[in-house]
């Protein structure tokens, strides 16, 4: 059995959910502690659990100790079978992230899959529903897989509600260069507003654009009103020929409209700028598939800690060497081999 602690390296959720995943994958079993430490309310929150739940599911697996607010728990793979699966997580926490946490062992599994994940579908902290379907999905279809998402129904903090329906194909996983990303194709400043003021969105677009050159076309406003909500969220976009880069921001209360459109706007245009393939976020989402194919490689920014706390949980489930290698431009290569 592989113990972990969980408050190595950044200490939050990822830790739980890339252990989930390869112990689907290889068939091991393993026990985590001081599950989130580094996080204000440790423990398992509700849609940890839901993941947990999800990868039982999914994977015949076991679980002594999985409860809201549990530090500690021990997980027993069984064998992932395809199939038809509705995963709640009951409040707003992300849909997103406890995708992550079972789409890997759905990837190889024996079939199709259909998935059906209600919650939070654009949550603070983490991948918003439209990162989901244009950034990461379609890299995964180089990698071999097929998988499509639907957004149903948008789901905001922090009433959730929302619902998203994924589709698996799997297939054998093959080593991927993800190096250049090409041209730049376009960009595009989105906001989806439920249940809130109009100058809300207003206010972030202007602030976004005050540091973006980017066309009047580029920009729209979106009143969403099936989202459950109240709740907003700014999101922009950079399609090259070979990615497309969504950097978002979820509008919360205490922080000021204007911050939220200056700092996501800073944000896309250090990642335009850098020249680098793979954002913080999406340099996350690789690790797990190009370690389950063998091999592969991405450029990125700087690795965040969420990175390389993943890189390191990686290696206790897999014989692989994964290398952080700083280029001369100042963009890193990561190397897995």
Same mark, same amino acid.
């Given at each position: 059995?592989?113990?972990?602690?969980?408050?190595?390296?950044?200490?939050?959720?990822?830790?739980?959910?890339?252990?989930?995943?390869?112990?689907?994958?290889?068939?091991?079993?393993?026990?985590?502690?001081?599950?989130?430490?580094?996080?204000?309310?440790?423990?398992?929150?509700?849609?940890?659990?839901?993941?947990?739940?999800?990868?039982?599911?999914?994977?015949?697996?076991?679980?002594?100790?999985?409860?809201?607010?549990?530090?500690?728990? $021990?997980?027993?793979?069984?064998?992932?079978?395809?199939?038809?699966?509705?995963?709640?997580?009951?409040?707003?926490?992300?849909?997103?992230?406890?995708?992550?946490?079972?789409?890997?062992?759905?990837?190889?599994?024996?079939?199709?899959?259909?998935?059906?994940?209600?919650?939070?579908?654009?949550?603070?902290?983490?991948?918003?529903?439209?990162?989901?379907?244009?950034?990461?999905?379609?890299?995964?279809?180089?990698?071999?897989?097929?998988?499509?998402?639907?957004?149903?129904? *948008?789901?905001?903090?922090?009433?959730?509600?929302?619902?998203?329906?994924?589709?698996?194909?799997?297939?054998?996983?093959? *080593?991927?260069?993800?190096?250049?990303?090409?041209?730049?194709?376009?960009?595009?400043?989105?906001?989806?507003?439920?249940?809130?003021?109009?100058?809300?969105?207003?206010?972030e677009v202007a602030a976004a654009r005050a540091v973006?050159?980017?066309?009047?076309?580029?920009?729209?406003?979106?009143?969403?009103?099936?989202?459950?909500?109240?709740?907003n969220i700014l999101m922009l976009s950079a399609a090259?020929?070979?990615?497309?880069?969504?950097?978002?921001?979820?509008?919360?209360?205490?922080?000021?409209?204007?911050?939220?459109?200056?700092?996501?706007?800073?944000?896309?245009?250090?990642?335009?700028?850098?020249?680098?393939?793979?954002?913080?976020?999406?340099?996350?989402?690789?690790?797990?598939?190009?370690?389950?194919?063998?091999?592969?490689?991405?450029?990125?920014?700087?690795?965040? *800690?969420?990175?390389?706390?993943?890189?390191?949980?990686?290696?206790?489930?897999?014989?692989?060497?994964?290398?952080?290698? $700083?280029?001369?431009?100042?963009?890193?290569?990561?190397?897995?081999?």
């Open positions: 059995m592989i113990i972990i602690d969980g408050a190595e390296g950044e200490g939050g959720g990822q830790i739980l959910r890339t252990a989930l995943s390869l112990s689907l994958v290889t068939g091991q079993s393993f026990r985590i502690d001081n599950i989130r430490a580094n996080r204000s309310k440790p423990g398992l929150m509700r849609q940890h659990l839901t993941a947990v739940e999800a990868a039982c599911a999914i994977g015949g697996a076991t679980v002594e100790g999985a409860t809201i607010g549990a530090s500690s728990l $021990v997980f027993t793979p069984g064998r992932v079978k395809a199939g038809d699966y509705t995963f709640a997580v009951g409040t707003a926490g992300s849909t997103g992230l406890v995708l992550q946490a079972v789409l890997p062992a759905l990837l190889q599994a024996d079939g199709p899959s259909r998935l059906v994940l209600e919650g939070g579908t654009h949550a603070h902290a983490a991948p918003p529903f439209d990162f989901t379907a244009d950034t990461l999905l379609p890299l995964l279809a180089r990698l071999g897989p097929a998988v499509t998402a639907r957004l149903v129904r *948008p789901g905001f903090h922090p009433v959730g509600g929302g619902r998203v329906e994924v589709t698996v194909n799997p297939a054998p996983l093959r *080593p991927v260069e993800f190096v250049e990303r090409g041209a730049l194709r376009g960009v595009r400043g989105r906001v989806l507003l439920s249940n809130l003021p109009a100058n809300i969105a207003e206010r973006l050159d980017w066309p009047d076309d580029a920009w729209s406003v979106e009143d969403v009103p099936d989202g459950r909500g109240p709740g090259f020929d070979q990615v497309t880069e969504v950097v978002s921001a979820v509008g919360r209360i205490g922080v000021r409209a204007e911050d939220i459109g200056r700092q996501t706007a800073n944000r896309v245009a250090g990642y335009i700028a850098s020249g680098a393939f793979a954002g913080p976020y999406l340099a996350d989402q690789l690790l797990v598939p190009l370690a389950l194919a063998g091999g592969g490689c991405f450029t990125t920014v700087r690795p965040t *800690p969420h990175t390389l706390t993943a890189a390191g949980v990686i290696r206790r489930f897999l014989e692989r060497d994964i290398r952080f290698d $700083v280029r001369e431009e100042g963009t890193h290569l990561v190397t897995v081999t």
